[in-house]
Nanobody, 115 residues
Framework: QVQFVESGGGLVQPGGSLRLSCAAS????????MTWYRQAPGKERELVAG????????SYARSVKGRFTISRDNAKNTLYLQMNSLKPEDTAVYYC????????WGQGTQVTVSL
């Protein structure tokens, strides 16, 4: 059974940093590109960042480029998202998934950027 367990969210002031983690299981993670999504209240889920199977290629949404860094450790079946220079508009629940998307999503981790 494919499972994603996200962690590392919290409350942070604007300009602060957080590092999210995603523990993936139930499939061979090194065989799949991986992604981070987020969903803000009242908005649709949006793609934030993606990374290739071996980690050599990454891509980012324009809104986070230069501030967020996606990485992975295939030996630990874990995906990361380093978020710097956080803004209030980054407030959302963050989810990880693979490409192609698995039908079951994790519970996500809440990130709140506020004074």
């Amino acid at each position: 059974q494919v499972q994603f367990v996200e962690s590392g969210g919290g409350l942070v002031q604007p300009g602060g940093s957080l590092r999210l983690s995603c523990a993936a299981s139930g499939f061979t993670t090194s065989s799949f590109a991986m992604t981070w999504y987020r969903q803000a209240p009242g908005k649709e889920r949006e793609l934030v960042a993606g990374i290739s199977q071996a980690g050599g290629s990454t891509s980012y949404a324009r809104s986070v480029k230069g501030r967020f860094t996606i990485s992975r450790d295939n030996a630990k079946n874990t995906l990361y998202l380093q978020m710097n220079s956080l803004k209030p508009e980054d407030t959302a629940v963050y989810y990880c998934n693979r490409i192609p998307l698995a039908t079951d999503w994790g519970q996500g981790t809440q990130v709140t950027v506020s004074l």
